[in-house]
């Protein structure tokens, strides 16, 4: 967690709470990347996490301040999309749902490895995907909690436009997300991880 990464996470933060769709659904939608900011920021010294587990944070908590910016459902780019590839959605809600599953992928597994909590590949892919699995299904319940406690703001904030099968194709997306994470970042995260286990090894 970098100057760079401080000046891009502020910068998007900022902009996405001026003149933002809905004030709570802004909220809502951006809480999830302040609490990692201030999780990361009280760890940072304890455990530091490896350039991509950070770089793919960011990317998260971009998405989320966009999303709470126009909403799920009005995303410019995607609305574009929608026009342009005869689509029956704005599907940003789809990117959020499959980046839910990817970034605590590798978040996940920094976290096992480092903790040799699991040696066994298999198993430790498999404990990914579930945990990824569990947190995209505690999103949902959340969801359905803002729907009970507030209606106004739950069409905002569900973003289902329409769609009967939303919150399982969100939960799919998250699975495949998180596939996706182990099966094409594992070489570069094994050497970031043992780089950074190398340099925290006490010298002498």
Known sequence: MNKTWLVIFFSVLIWSCINPKDYLTWLLETAPAMAAFIVLLATRQRFPLTALA???????SLIL????HYTYAEVPLFDWIKIEFNQDRNNFDKLGHFAQGFVPAILAREIIIRNNVLNNTN???FFV????LAISAFYELIEWWVAIISKEAAESFLGTQ???WDTQSDMAFALVGAMAALVTLKRTHDRQISELMAKRQPSG
């Open 54 to 60: 950070y770089s793919l944070i960011l990317f998260l």
């Open 65 to 68: 301040m966009i999303g709470g």
């Open 123 to 125: 198993w430790l892919n």
């Open 129 to 132: 995907i579930c945990i990824c």
């Open 162 to 164: 329409g769609y009967i």
